[in-house]
């Protein structure tokens, strides 16, 4: 079973090489737009580690093999990317991986995880609903996941497909955030 931890730095290009192998399935589909699109920044994912907010699925080799990458919106811990190397693909890494995130966002006092994504991919909002995220409702839109729609409308992305999903997060005991 593979562990979790926080990305080192020098595995930056590794956590960008696990992110373009995660669109192989899109381009399957026919999505070639999101098969293409370049991955993070360096210098995003970066920050991200530099925070404490990018983990990393290891193989037994201790190798990268998924990771996420958590921001703060809306006073939420938002999953700015999940990506699992297809080669492990549905073996659990990605749900392990949101439940450290998850966590994280409790011993931080942060009251749910959010996430926008493709509404009828299977391994997007079928596949969060399974670990617990609900499709949130336009009246409950933040204004910081409104921007990140727009932001992904702008890229081209279809805005009729992507949605916002919430997962509340359990509190951890008193005295703890």
């Not at 589909?29 to 699109?37: E, F, H, K």
């Not at 391994?123 to 995220?133: A, L, T």
Request: glycine share 10%.
């Amino acid at each position: 079973m593979e562990r979790s931890r926080i990305a080192k730095a020098e595995e930056l290009t590794e956590v960008q090489r696990i992110e373009v192998a995660s669109g192989t399935p899109f381009r399957e589909i026919g999505m070639t737009l999101v098969a293409d699109m370049p991955p993070l920044p360096v210098e995003a994912l970066a920050a991200g580690q530099r925070a404490g907010r990018l983990w990393v699925a290891t193989d037994p080799a201790d190798r990268p093999i998924a990771f996420v990458l958590a921001d703060l919106v809306d006073g939420a811990a938002h999953v700015q990317q999940l990506s699992v190397d297809p080669v492990y693909a549905r073996r659990g890494i990605g749900r392990r991986l949101l439940d450290r995130v998850a966590g994280w966002a409790s011993s931080q006092g942060l009251p749910a995880l959010t996430l926008t994504t493709f509404r009828s991919v299977p391994w997007n909002g079928p596949y969060y609903v399974r670990c617990g995220f609900r499709e949130l409702s336009g009246t409950e839109l933040t204004a910081g996941l409104i921007e990140l729609l727009a932001a992904e409308a702008a890229l081209g992305l279809d805005p009729a497909e992507r949605i916002a999903m919430r997962r509340p997060v359990p509190r951890t005991g008193a005295g703890s955030g």
